[in-house]
């Protein structure tokens, strides 16, 4: 693989399962044709994120200043919804991260000062702002955006193995999505798991002390 590839959400998922006993045993190595079909689904939804995303700057520069609050309200939730999507895809989006920041910016100061004269609504869209601040930031880590992808790469039979994979900040972060219910079963299923995969001779070490890290991780 070329040193300066960026892997999509498909491919990335793939690259995971490579090799990894926790996924199922005997491990099952790299499939040519199956990385080829993952990166030819990450660049088509590469290209889908670029149509969007110019259609959402038109449809900002249209609604200027003077569009309705609820227009505004349902752009800033697209533009939202396009820079978590940037984090999955096979390319550096840098300025485009930078450009549907700027716009959300924008629209969440004429939103504060359009509720400056009422305190609880402006008290309610300082915390939502807050917990979107947080939210993006999270999403510096990969695996963060590729769990909240609902047709994401990463089905209910791989979220165990993936968290145990994953590096322990990466596994840190991800883990911020799951209350202390799940998070308790995720434990024993993860036992379990790491159980079955020891009793064919796999040293599981690195993957216990992420299972460590879930029992240890406060509500």
């Known amino acids: 693989m070329e040193s300066n590839h960026i892997p999509g959400r498909r491919e990335r998922q793939l690259l995971r399962s490579q090799d990894n006993p926790l996924?199922?045993?005997?491990?099952?190595?790299?499939?040519p044709t199956a990385l080829e079909a993952a990166r030819a689904a990450d660049r088509a939804a590469l290209?889908?994120?670029?149509?969007?995303?110019?259609?959402?700057?038109e449809r900002a520069v249209k609604l200027g200043e003077h569009g309705e609050g609820s227009e505004v309200m349902a752009l800033k939730e697209t533009l939202e919804q396009l820079y978590e999507e940037s984090f999955g895809l096979p390319a550096a989006l840098e300025r485009e991260r930078e450009a549907l920041a700027g716009?959300?910016?924008?629209?969440?100061r004429s939103l504060a000062q359009a509720t400056c004269d009422d305190p609880e609504a402006s008290a309610a869209l300082a915390e939502f702002e807050r917990a979107r601040a947080a939210h993006f930031a999270l999403l510096r880590h990969p695996l963060v955006g590729d769990l909240l992808d609902p047709e994401g790469p990463i089905g209910?039979?791989?979220?165990?193995p993936t968290l145990?994979?994953?590096p322990a900040e990466e596994f840190s972060a991800a883990l911020t999505l799951f209350?202390?219910?799940?998070?308790?079963?995720l434990?024993?299923?993860?036992?379990?798991?790491?159980?079955?995969?020891e009793g064919e001779g796999v040293d599981c070490a690195e993957?216990?002390?992420?299972?460590?890290?879930l029992v240890a991780t406060p509500s």
């Open 47 to 57: 290209e889908r994120f670029r149509e969007r995303f110019a259609q959402q700057l």
């Open 156 to 160: 209910p039979a791989e979220l165990l």
């Open 103 to 108: 716009l959300i910016e924008t629209i969440a």
């Open 23 to 31: 996924f199922g045993w005997p491990p099952v190595p790299l499939d």
């Open 207 to 213: 993957a216990r002390r992420r299972l460590a890290m």
């Open 187 to 197: 434990a024993r299923d993860g036992e379990a798991l790491l159980a079955s995969v």
């Open 164 to 166: 145990l994979s994953v």
């Open 179 to 185: 209350d202390t219910l799940q998070r308790r079963t």
